[in-house]
């Protein structure tokens, strides 16, 4: 088999297309995985399913992404959008949001009543047999699945295909910690049944393949499981990068001598925004008017603001933002700046000027921010992160790590990046580039594609 000829069929909860201003289909700049997909069209043809979203109704059900995003790529990318029940998405979208979601990040749950707890496990049976059925071709390779939401998947495809290869890939953290529940261990080997009918499962890092592999062990001994566990970090297009940053006319309203500290991520309690609101806050206190100006810019994109807890943070976000303000008005100037929208081109913008990049998450399945704000920036800037953030596990050694994601380990982070010299932080700026030009998202892509061969020749 030539790599031309390999097919794969890709499942993920949402695609990149949204509606532009004029009401035609455009290519959306989305978090996760969804921005690293196409990848895979350098080494085989694509259909990609996904479910179609509240945004996405009325538009059609079938795009050419090489078309709508002007990119020319080896192979094909044909994109489906497929609808559902909608009262089983939203309730399946409900529960992954307030439940699973946290979950997986160790973050605590409340309880919930038996009875509606599979009530919501048939829910997100239901959409996940659906994009199955919807999905499956004679004529492809194989199916990589993506999104925890889609964890029923494998079993549905391989009741329908028993012998096409299904490869599922997480890309978010498995918890670290024994659930402190029953409930909450119901839904892990809930999420584990149905991802252990795959082939292969792919992880963000190897704490995250081991956790899940010490919790299948313990939880699920009588279980036949024949899925191949592999680490397979997801990481960024760096030549399109590269030539995104020359591209870019639009400035920054910063001088030159200016400090630039930035925050890029979504409204989710998982980004902990308000630390970094918070931390920043705390060192700007011991600013100087003779110092060159320093500002935090925010790029904060609004997530799951169906959820009035979601609308809730958004909220605090924005009060943070005056507050702090409020307290260092002596500077003379306002400190910190929030933009709010999915403004991809500003962000990108403002990952090339940072001197500081807080990713400050308590807990991150990979956070593609750090790699891409690695690659773009031409300052030697340096990365404020914390351990859990999952990128850290290839990058940490270039990176200045807090000893936790409270304010006060934040902060005192922030103090030691600040004290860095220029050679050391060069060295950290070219170590970080060399380590993401080696496993680029090139290397991501070869590695899932290898899989399905690995498995056609068996």
């Not at 945004?55 to 992404?65: A, E, R």
């Not at 919807?134 to 998947?153: H, I, P, R």
């Not at 700007?284 to 320093?294: D, G, L, M, T």
């Not at 009035?308 to 924005?318: G, K, R």
Request: hydrophobic share 40%; glycine share 4%.
């Amino acid at each position: 088999m030539i790599e031309s000829e390999l097919r794969i069929s890709v499942l993920s909860r949402r695609a990149p297309i949204g509606p532009n201003p004029a009401s035609e289909p455009a290519i959306e700049h989305v978090g996760g995985l969804t921005r690293v997909l196409p990848e895979l069209a350098e080494f085989a043809h694509i259909d990609w399913t996904t479910f179609t979203t509240q945004s996405q109704l009325g538009l059609p059900k079938h795009y050419s992404y090489s078309k709508i995003s002007s990119q020319a790529f080896q192979n094909n990318i044909n994109i489906f959008l497929t609808e559902v029940d909608s009262r089983d998405l939203n309730q399946s979208d409900w529960f992954c949001t307030h439940f699973i979601w946290p979950l997986l990040h160790d973050l605590s749950i409340p309880e919930f009543d038996a009875i509606e707890l599979d009530l919501n496990f048939e829910s997100i049976k239901s959409i996940c047999q659906a994009i199955a059925n919807k999905c499956v071709d004679v004529t492809n390779d194989g199916y990589l699945v993506n999104d925890f939401q889609l964890s029923q998947v494998p079993i549905a495809l391989k009741d329908l295909e028993p012998q096409k290869p299904v490869s599922f890939f997480l890309h978010t953290p498995w918890p670290k910690t024994k659930p402190s529940s029953n409930f909450a261990l119901k839904i892990l080997k809930f999420l584990a049944t149905g991802m252990t009918a795959a082939d292969f499962i792919e992880f963000q890092t190897q704490k995250d393949l081991q956790a899940f592999e010490s919790f299948v062990r313990e939880h699920l001994p009588t279980a036949e499981i024949d899925a191949k566990l592999r680490v397979n970090p997801v990481s960024v297009n760096v030549q399109n990068l590269q030539g995104q940053s020359r591209n870019f006319s639009r400035p920054l309203d910063l001088a030159e001598s200016d400090i630039s500290y930035v925050h890029i991520a979504r409204s989710d309690p998982i980004k902990n925004t308000l630390v970094a609101i918070k931390s920043f806050t705390a060192l700007a206190h011991n600013f100087k008017h003779s110092q060159p100006r320093k500002f935090l810019d925010l790029f904060i994109v609004p997530s799951r603001q169906q959820w009035p807890e979601y609308q809730d943070l958004l909220a605090d976000i924005i009060k943070g933002v005056a507050s702090g303000n409020s307290q260092l008005s002596s500077l003379g100037y306002t400190p910190i700046r929030l933009h709010i929208g999915n403004d991809y081109s500003q962000a990108s913008l403002a990952l090339t000027r940072y001197d500081y990049l807080i990713v400050c998450s308590v807990a991150d399945g990979l956070n593609l921010v750090v790699k891409e704000g690695a690659i773009l920036n031409n300052r030697n800037g340096v990365i404020v992160s914390t351990s859990e953030v999952g990128a850290m596990a290839e990058l940490g050694n270039f990176c200045v790590v807090a000893v936790d994601a409270m304010e006060s380990g934040v902060t005192k982070a922030l103090v030691a990046a600040a004290k860095l010299d220029n050679e050391t932080r060069k060295n950290m700026s070219m170590g970080l580039k060399n380590q993401i030009q080696e496993f680029d998202a090139s290397y991501w892509a070869q590695s899932v594609t290898t899989n399905f061969k690995i498995l056609e020749k068996v």
